[in-house]
């Protein structure tokens, strides 16, 4: 993603929490594309952190246009075995730092009278139940659910959109083609089309609350 939107000529900070030294290898390539690219770091589980995200990437670049909320995680969590602990790491991570860095977003941009954009990373599982992963299903359904009022609470100042990835394999995966029948289109996501519709979405000016699945047609299947 930082790639694509740095080809496209945006200026990016990339945040990382434990992948620091590959945050900052990135920057340095990121910079090869003309632009400018800087390096925050923070522990979104911590209260208060995502704020200190947000102001840090703030007095890097001196004005923050856009947010792409990426980072989250992901655990296999049987319903029988999740505790509370469980589902509050994944609704911080995923759910709370997104808004906070949202809401921070919007008062920025509201200081400046200036327009941006959000979008929000969900999962194309929201669009059915799904067993053995429930924390993290209901952590993307809030973000979901937040992306859409979002967009109408912020309007027109901030648009807010979120893409919802089907399984993205690594580059060094052997094949992305998926046995006929369980893809409609017979082939999963790469990491480039997901970044395509985050850019798509991040630039289009005409666009608010809106979810756009990048997922072969999974979320179609019941
Ligand atoms: N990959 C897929 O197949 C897939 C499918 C559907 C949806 N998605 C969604 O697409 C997005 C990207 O997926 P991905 O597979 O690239 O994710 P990932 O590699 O599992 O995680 C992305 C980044 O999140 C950061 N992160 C995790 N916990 C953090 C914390 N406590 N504080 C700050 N940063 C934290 C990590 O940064 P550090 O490494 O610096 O710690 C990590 O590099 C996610 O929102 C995911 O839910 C992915």
Redesign the pocket.
Known sequence: MADTLARAGWDVIV??????A??DTLCTHLATHGGKAWRV??????AG?PEA?FDAALACAGRVDALV??????ALQPLASATPENFERLW???TL?PVRLTQRLAAHLAARHATGSAV??????IAHPNAGAVP?LLS?KALEAFTLSAALEFAPALRVNA???????LPSAASNKEPAGTIPLLT?PS?EQ?AAAVRYLLEAEAVTGQILYV?GGQHLLS
């Open positions: 945040h990382a929490n434990r992948s620091a590959q945050a770091t923070g522990d979104l589980l911590a952190v995200v909320n990426n980072a989250s995680q992901f911080r991570i995923n730092a929000n990373l969900l999962d194309q599982r993290y993307k893409v919802a990835p089907g399984a993205v394999l999963r990491a997901v997922d």
